[in-house]
């Protein structure tokens, strides 16, 4: 069946530093990839999505690319903010499925 | 535009209880679906519908259940409830008929079970 693996947390950096949350998936088709954000206290929010091999989903600074030689999905961010603290989850989803598949969510604090 | 909106919000239970939680999508939304999210399991797929229809169910027991209004409001059950139905339950609500995995989540609903 799909899953989807990350790398587990929690991860601590100081404001500016540089993030990645390493993400890979397993699908028996051609999945489409995403990933989500969960900000303390409030429901998961979609951050950014890609539907095809290559391409390239961004959204507030955030960038993943959809790696299909290497089944992977990193999330990265050049420039990580105090606001950026959250859990992440990478998730994929199979066309006629319905559904989501999550991966275990990374926790994210990022230090002043 | 209101967001999805699950009712209640917190809510305690003793085991062999049951429980239903309930779902009110973003309006013109007609798939709804429901996660459990636990510490140990993380985020787990519990049903999908459309259209009142079930198009999924995920590998949970047949204690747990759920059905959709001709409105699109979703509510799920939990009968003799245990101690591992502790969660949040979290519902979920897409503009698409199809399968685009792009959706928008509640605050969910935090169940606990003594």
């Known amino acids: 069946g799909d899953s989807v693996t990350q790398m587990e947390g929690p991860v601590t950096l100081s404001e500016e530093a540089f993030l990645t949350i390493n993400c890979t998936y397993t699908a028996t088709g051609y999945p489409s990839l995403f990933w989500y954000v969960q900000y303390p206290g409030e429901g998961l929010q979609l951050l950014l999505k890609a539907t095809k091999a290559d391409d390239k989903g961004s959204n507030k600074g955030f960038e993943a690319t959809y790696r299909k030689e290497t089944t992977s999905f990193h999330l990265e961010k050049g420039s990580v903010q105090v606001s950026d603290s959250a859990v992440y989850f990478c998730?994929?989803?199979?066309?006629?499925?319905?559904?989501?598949?999550f991966g275990a969510g990374t926790t994210v604090t990022v230090r002043a | 535009k209101a967001g999805v909106t699950q009712t209640p919000r917190y809510l305690i239970k003793t085991r062999g209880q049951q429980v239903t939680l309930s779902c009110s999508p973003i309006s013109g939304h007609r798939s709804v679906s429901w996660y459990q999210q636990t510490p140990g399991q993380g985020l787990q797929f519990l049903f999908e519908?459309?259209?009142?229809?079930?198009?999924n169910k995920g590998n949970f027991p047949g204690r747990f259940s759920g059905r959709q209004f001709s409105n699109s409001r979703s509510e799920m059950n939990v009968s003799t409830l245990e101690l591992g139905d502790s969660a949040l339950y979290l519902c979920?609500?897409?503009?698409?008929?199809?399968?685009?995995?792009?959706?928008?989540f509640g605050e969910g609903s935090r169940l606990t079970v003594l």
């Open positions: 519908y459309f259209s009142e229809t079930q198009r």
């Open positions: 979920a609500s897409s503009g698409h008929r199809a399968n685009t995995g792009e959706l928008f």
């Open positions: 998730a994929l989803s199979d066309s006629g499925d319905y559904k989501l598949s």
